[in-house]
């Protein structure tokens, strides 16, 4: 799959790169860039396999380089290959402070250890070459330290796992009512309970957003989809509404 402009100006751009992650066992996944005035922030970077794969081509088209590595919670398919982007970039990786000491067991280097920074619960803005970029505060969706990135400039939501939808071959969702069963197995197991995702709603409501961007599988484009998937979310029994019934001892053989 081809590369895709989300956004773009004379100095702001936001591109979801061509599907790297392969075929087989792996999670599919996506990853973005977002380029300020040839100065970039790359979320989610993924494995190695992605690794040997983008960056070449990334490195050759961005003048500025890359200045931010975001990582929106600990699992392998973001993180893992965190070490090779900061040993070969002069980027600054964030990811929440509760994995500060977690992310290392993929193998952080000594000599890039001091780029590894914590985001604080709360969550933070970022100044990109003049650009500002909102990391937002999602725990428990799926992840106890969880953040979202906002671009006010392309009015673009980063939503990570939420939004995630596995089994879909397009990028874009163009109906929302088909689209739900590729993404309700996902959230009603991986995130956490309706009360964490009505936090999240009553935060990102007030947002001008124009498109949510997951993790995994299509994206969401135009305000009617954007609250079509905020009121889906506002409404889900997930995690531990359903799943606490469910804690019992197996039965023996």
């Known amino acids: 799959m081809s590369e895709i402009t989300l956004y773009q100006d004379a100095t702001h751009r936001n591109v979801l790169l061509p599907d790297a992650s392969g075929e087989g066992l792996a999670v599919q996944a996506n990853h973005h860039i977002v380029v300020h005035n040839e100065h970039a922030m790359l979320l989610d970077p993924g494995g190695h396999k992605v690794f040997n794969k983008i960056f070449p ?19 392998p398919d973001i993180v893992a290959a965190t070490n090779g982007w900061l040993m070969v970039t002069d980027a600054t990786a964030y990811v929440s402070a509760l994995w500060m000491r977690f992310v290392p067991h993929f193998g952080i280097d000594k000599l890039v250890e001091e780029r590894l920074r914590p985001i604080p619960d709360e969550g933070m803005w970022l100044n ?22 906002y671009d006010p400039i392309s009015k673009i939501l980063y939503s990570g796992d939420l939004g995630a939808s596995l089994g879909f071959s397009g990028r874009e969702v163009l109906d929302f009512d088909h689209h739900m069963q590729y993404m ?20 990102v409501r007030g947002l001008d957003i124009e498109i949510i961007a997951p993790q ?38």
């Open 57 to 75: 081509d990334l490195m050759s088209r961005l003048k500025g380089g890359i200045e931010y590595i975001f990582l929106s919670h600990q699992d």
């Open 128 to 149: 990109m070459n003049g650009c500002s970029l909102a990391l937002l505060p999602a725990h428990f969706l799926h992840s106890a330290g969880n953040f979202q990135v």
């Open 184 to 203: 309700e197995g996902f959230h009603r197991r991986y995130m956490t309970n309706k009360a964490i995702l009505k936090a999240w709603v009553q935060m």
């Open 216 to 253: 995994h599988g299509a994206f969401f484009r135009g305000k009617p989809m954007v609250k079509r998937f905020i009121d889906w979310c506002d409404n889900l029994d997930c995690g531990t509404d359903l799943y606490a019934s469910k804690l019992k001892m197996p039965q023996r053989p």
